[in-house]
């Protein structure tokens, strides 16, 4: 356990930059009230799993095509196991490096819903696979699907790359910090789960599966919130210590971007592999880059592909869900207690 003593920053000292080794319990003077924001934005989005009614969807599963089908098994199977790796890189590799009570607030409710998408994504599961033996293969598909085992293990390499770290000590350990943290949420909470996100989104512009889109509503804007708060800590290191991000740096974070969209293009390749009218896998090409372009810019960055969105339910998604994000309204934000939900307001 981590005690004052054992931090080797004295009470004056600790936490005169985010990354300090340590864990500062202070929360008056709070030096970084952005992160507490963020924490209060973040309650006022509760939802609970119950209140999304999957088994509407069950009378669209039985008229899906066969390579509609495949597209949703492919899609579940990764949403098996997608949210636990994050959730896992959350407790193994960020909240002990922090440096802020007020941020490891904000990363403690996060962790929480990383838990509700493990329950919601579970409970799809059971829904749309009735068959044990299914449900078990969908959840071993990082060892079996050779496209989703591909995104597991670009995971693991940026899990790994500082798994050994228990204190930041030197420039190379808070470099490493903020590539593991920059490709959590540009390459696997924004370009990974968007990916998944426009499947479900194109398959709800067709009038298909609207449970699913419903709880996915609910689960953009957890992501939404995530890459908000990776971006502000990113932010935040970059004013106390811009040395940091050097040529090297950004040259490293370019090519990360780069393996997210060969590797999650693989994926579309898989689930489109049988023809889905529609939705092309160059199209859907296209659109991975214009994310990464999108995630690049929010670093300041400029962009790799200058690649257009071509999916125009994913930019009514974008002013629906994203454009008025933090106005915390009451109609785009519902304490999750009783009655329903409804995303048909004018945003």
Known sequence: MTTLENTGLSSTARGHALLDPGMDLTLR?????????????????????????LHTDLADLAKLSPAERHLVNRLVAF?????????????????????????????????????????????????????????????????????????????YKWIDSISGLTRLETKADRRGFLLNLICFAACIEGLFFYGAFAYV????????????????????????????FAFDVVDTVRREEPDLFDETLFTQVREMLREAVD????????????????????????????????????????PIYGSANPFPFMDLQD????????ERRVSAYQVAVTGTVSFDEDF
């Open 29 to 53: 003077p709070m030096r970084y009230p952005q992160f507490y924001d963020r924490f209060r934005d973040a309650i006022k989005n509760t939802w609970t799993v119950e209140e999304v009614d």
């Open 79 to 155: 949403f098996a196991t997608g949210d636990t790796i994050v959730a896992n890189n959350l407790v193994l590799n960020l909240y002990e490096h922090v440096n802020a009570p007020e941020a490891r607030l904000y990363l403690s409710r996060q962790l929480f819903e990383e838990a509700v998408h493990v329950q919601f994504y579970l409970t799809l599961l059971d829904t749309y696979l009735p068959d044990e033996d299914e449900r078990v293969a969908a959840f071993a598909a990082v060892d079996n699907i050779p496209s989703i085992r591909a995104k597991a293990e670009f995971c």
């Open 201 to 228: 989104y194109f398959l709800r512009s067709r009038g298909l599966l609207n449970g699913l889109a419903s709880g996915t509503n609910w689960v953009f804007r957890d992501e939404s919130m995530h890459m908000a």
């Open 263 to 302: 590797a999650e293009t693989a994926f579309a390749e898989d689930l489109l592999i049988q023809g889905v009218a529609g939705m092309s896998i160059t199209d859907m090409r296209t659109y991975l880059e214009h994310v990464a372009d999108r995630r690049l810019q929010v670093l300041g960055l400029p």
């Open 319 to 326: 002013v629906q869900e994203l454009s008025n994000f933090f």
